[in-house]
């Protein structure tokens, strides 16, 4: 494939990044040193990733579309600028996937649904339009569940084919997974980013909400929706949230906290709140209970303070404030939201529209603006009280699922443990830190809102502490 005969040499360093769990993984911000130096370029790492996604994508089906022809002409194009020594941007030359109901000039968008079949976009979403005008190689659209919100898709789990990767954003998932990207775009409106990056043996991260720009990006709760990132490593997870906030932030929101080319220096916690929550004794297995109580081992061992409901005032009201069906009731929340544009799917397209959208919809027709104000208020009141309670720490820290990825295709795994940040608008990091039976599993880490550079400061040394021990 062109280049990538000359690229062995750089193979290894393509791989097996440093503080990566997944071996598998590919990083472009470990490969920006050979692009500098002239010792890769950006056409070579493309081909190495098109090598492997030629040897896996009839396996795992990661893929809507992809563009290789334009992805060789925009990584050439990198590697000119290179040899030039004038990169456009910190992601100059980076491979992304873009998850297929993001919005994309030169490919179909089609929001995985037959109600969109053949939709071509004139234009690109905001956040491709950063990546594009950044020099970023935008190789194909991954597979989404329909509109982000359904319970299937084609994609497999590139750690075990039998098993769901995760969605909604399971093509990013499983491509980032299966090292056959460094890093690819999600969205979460519950559990879409950070679940598949738990199954899948990748980095995921949900910045605040409204960090990172939604225009062009098909939408499913405007409360709710959040952009997020899948990568390889943490290097390129925050390398592309940066980029896309400084390139192209939100308006009437704040940017990225401590959005740079660079990871910010880590940052030892001194005191995390261990979450459990009912879900910890209803859908835990215990093989996945164990892997969490050791890493916390490794933690106090390194001199973390874990404050947990069992030993302290703060964690077990918090834990009793999100157990009170907050999460239940802020459903209500997303179905008033989703009446445009689903409303009209269904009346012209009903057949092709799952029952959970149907019932959805059917809710939303049913409730009074008063009742819409009444959850928006007692959303403001509990977002209150958590921040409150969490002002004594750091963070959180969770498990981001119940376990490894389950088996069968037909439901993409339990959200228990994700909601709550997300609906709470808090940023949030998948890390795959852990295993059972051999897949990964990932570690939780939730923040303040708006202290997302504090957070990835704190997932970097938790990562470099644990691999070290």
Request: charged residues 20%.
């Amino acid at each position: 494939m062109g280049e990538g005969g000359q690229g062995g040499e750089h193979h290894d360093q393509l791989r097996l990044p440093e503080f990566a769990c997944n071996r598998n993984a590919v990083s472009f911000s470990h490969a920006l040193p050979d692009f500098r130096a002239g010792r890769d370029t950006p056409r070579a790492f493309l081909e190495r990733c098109l090598e492997r996604i030629v040897a896996r994508e009839a396996e795992l089906r990661a893929f809507a579309a992809l563009n290789i022809d334009g992805a060789r002409a925009a990584a050439d194009a990198a590697g000119a600028r290179y040899r030039a020594g004038q990169p456009l941007s910190m992601v100059d030359g980076c491979l992304v996937g873009i998850k297929d109901i993001m919005d994309t000039r030169d490919m179909p968008t089609r929001m995985g649904s037959p109600v969109y079949a053949g939709w071509q976009p004139r234009y690109d979403a905001a956040c491709v339009q950063a990546l594009r005008f950044g020099g970023a190689v935008i190789v194909g659209k991954t597979v989404t569940t329909a509109f982000a919100c359904g319970a299937t898709n084609s994609t497999v789990n590139p750690h075990d084919s039998q098993r769901t990767p995760g969605g909604s954003s399971s093509g990013s998932a499983a491509a980032v997974g299966a090292g056959m990207l460094p890093v690819a775009l999600g969205t979460q409106t519950q559990g879409s980013t950070l679940r598949p990056a738990s199954f899948c043996g990748a980095v995921g991260f949900k910045p605040t909400h409204g960090a990172l720009t939604m225009q062009g990006v098909h939408p499913i709760s405007v409360t709710h929706d959040h952009l997020g990132v899948i990568g390889g490593t943490l290097e390129d997870t925050w390398r592309i949230a940066s980029h896309i906030s400084l390139a192209n932030g939100n308006p009437g929101q704040a940017f990225l906290d401590g959005a740079s080319a660079e990871l910010p220096a880590p940052a030892k916690p001194r005191r995390l709140l261990r979450l459990y929550t009912r879900h910890w004794e209803q859908e835990v297995d215990p093989a996945a209970r164990d892997a969490f109580e050791a890493v916390l081992e490794k933690l106090q061992r390194a001199g973390v303070v874990l404050a947990g409901r069992g030993d302290d005032s703060d964690a077990a009201a918090l834990e009793q404030a999100l157990d009170d069906g907050f999460v239940e009731r802020s459903l209500d929340i997303t179905a008033y939201e989703m009446k445009w544009p689903y409303a009209q799917y269904i009346a012209d397209h009903g057949q092709l529209m799952e029952k959970r959208v149907h019932d959805r919809i059917a809710r939303a027709q049913t409730m009074l603006p008063a009742e819409y104000e009444a959850l928006l208020s007692e959303k403001a009141a509990m977002k209150t009280k958590v921040r409150d309670l969490m002002r004594a720490a750091d963070g959180i820290i969770t498990l981001a699922a119940s376990g490894p990825a389950p088996v069968g295709h037909a439901h993409t795994g339990s959200r228990a443990f994700l909601t709550y940040a997300t609906f709470l608008g808090l940023p949030a990091f998948s890390l795959p830190l852990m295993s059972v039976g051999g897949l990964p599993v990932g570690l939780q880490l939730i923040g303040h809102a708006g202290g997302d550079g504090k957070l990835c400061a704190l997932a970097r040394w938790i990562m470099r502490e644990i691999a070290a021990q």
